[in-house]
């Protein structure tokens, strides 16, 4: 299986054509894909790891629908433990949302279970397990919904997955994390913000670290798609394209007025699209992934034909940029959601102690109480960080909007994931319309793991 994911992803870069060529036919629907949760073995800087993932019985990684297509899917735990995944982010029936213990059982070893609901919102999504550690094991991949637009432009498109590695598993970084660090954590929290807890050995973008990087043949001065993942356990990365613009135009899968820039944040969970022209002068380009903290940082190489491909290090020379929300208020949804006041505001404070690392999530002033809404609400979502870290806030279920950053009132990206700086207050509000019990938490895997977890309980669900 050690192959399987670099060759769907390279091929990826074939899509293009054949949709091109195709005639137009009557969509038919998709039929059941059987997915397996396994083990497979990568290669990182030289050494063999064995990690998790997910692949279809043809072998490819992940799942590539098309707009009308339904998530139809057969579910395989060949695992020896309990494992399942949640689809990042669709809007479910709830019961189908793969949260153990909140939508459904996980599922047994050698057990399957069947999902069928509409693959909507469509765009750039993906699949991670939602037990445990897993996810940190490398138990996610891509699920894409190429959008209509995307399909008929004939665009050549190119998946960008990126992990944080690790050579310990996922259990011990969480128990070093909680291994008392006499005056260590007191002191980064009196030096400022703390940008990341874990020090990872390697980023992988489609698996693969700068030693020896995905190398995409695109065409001369032609455009490409990125659609790049942000599947890291605790990592905010920048995506850097250099000297290079990009134009972004979807983030966490929905479009966005078209925003030209050289870096683009991109926190933990989120995704983002953007669209690359290649340089007349038919040099290559990289696309890096710079994560926050220590200078480490992954990538891809796009190479028109004869365009040189220089070696890139893996640790970068300059600090990383902290990846903050000064872009998110430049961004502007295509289709905003309709304009109605807010029928509750729910006050969600992020909590957290650096000593014995606990965080938490107090809604309505209460750690561990759900926030219960009604099938119909405008709702809004007060979220207060009085930590000194960053948290990413992912909501399923539902896309929000965002609509304020410390008091700074604006019209923001839909989205379902957000990033909540240190001492920073972002608000956000969604339509309370797909009743079920939905969980609404920190998707840095750590934090969560630690407390930072909340549910939405629809009136009548509990
Ligand atoms: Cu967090």
């Known amino acids: 299986m050690r192959m399987s994911r670099r060759s769907l992803l390279a091929g990826a870069g074939s899509l293009a054509v054949s949709a091109a060529l195709a005639p137009r036919l009557a969509k038919a629907a998709n039929g059941q ?73 996980p599922i047994a070893p050698g057990a399957s279970v069947d999902y069928k609901f509409p693959a909507v919102p469509v765009g750039t999504r993906w699949m991670h397990s939602h037990f445990g550690l897993q996810e940190q094991d490398l138990l996610a991949a891509p699920l894409i919904v190429r959008e209509t637009d995307a399909i008929k432009s004939g665009m050549q498109e190119v998946v960008v997955f990126l992990e944080d590695f690790s050579w310990r598993n996922a259990e011990t970084i969480f128990a070093d994390l909680r291994k008392p660090q006499p005056g260590g954590m007191d002191m980064k929290a009196a030096a400022g913000p703390d940008l990341n807890d874990v020090d990872y050995d390697a980023y992988l973008a489609n698996d693969r670290t700068l030693a020896d990087p995905q190398v995409v043949d695109v065409e001369r001065n032609g455009e490409v798609r990125l659609r790049i993942i942000n599947a890291a356990g605790s990592t905010n990365f920048t995506i850097d394209l250099g000297a290079m613009e990009g134009t972004l135009v979807a983030v966490d899968g929905n479009p966005v007025v078209p925003l030209k820039a050289s870096r683009f944040p991109l926190a933990v969970s989120q995704r983002a699209d953007i669209v690359v022209r290649m340089p007349a002068d038919g040099s290559a380009v990289p696309v890096l992934a710079r994560g926050e903290g220590p200078p480490l940082q992954a990538g891809i190489v796009l190479r028109p034909p004869g365009g040189a491909v220089a ?144 549910t939405i309980v629809y009136e009548g669900f509990s």
């Not at 970068?316 to 289709?335: K, N, S, W, Y």
Request: some cysteine; overall charge negative.
């Open 33 to 105: 894909k059987v997915l397996r949760i396994e083990t497979r073995q990568i290669d990182v800087n030289g050494k063999a790891a064995t990690r998790y993932g997910v692949v279809q019985a043809s072998g490819a990684f992940g799942l590539t629908l098309e707009q009308g297509d339904d998530i139809d899917v057969r579910l395989a735990n060949t695992l020896t433990v309990p494992s399942g995944l949640h689809w990042h982010e669709f809007d479910p029936p709830w019961r189908q949302d793969g949260v153990p213990y909140l939508s459904g059982p």
């Open 311 to 454: 070696r890139i290090p893996e640790k970068g020379d300059a600090p990383p940029p902290v990846v903050g929300l000064e872009q998110e208020l430049l961004l502007r949804p295509v289709t905003p959601l309709p304009v109605r006041p807010v029928d509750r505001s729910v006050p969600v404070d992020l909590t957290g102690s650096m000593t014995g690392y606990i965080w938490g999530m107090a809604v309505n002033g209460l750690g561990g109480l759900p926030a219960t809404v009604a099938h119909g609400e405008r709702v809004e979502l007060v979220m207060r960080n009085v930590t000194m870290m960053a948290h990413p806030m992912h909501l399923h279920g539902h896309s929000f909007q965002v609509t304020e950053i410390n008091g700074q009132a604006f019209s923001g990206a839909v989205r379902d994931g957000i990033l909540v700086p240190p001492k920073a207050t972002v608000k956000v509000v969604f339509d309370a319309n797909n009743p079920g019990m939905w969980a609404f938490h920190c998707h840095n895997l750590f934090h969560l793991a630690a407390g930072m977890f909340a």
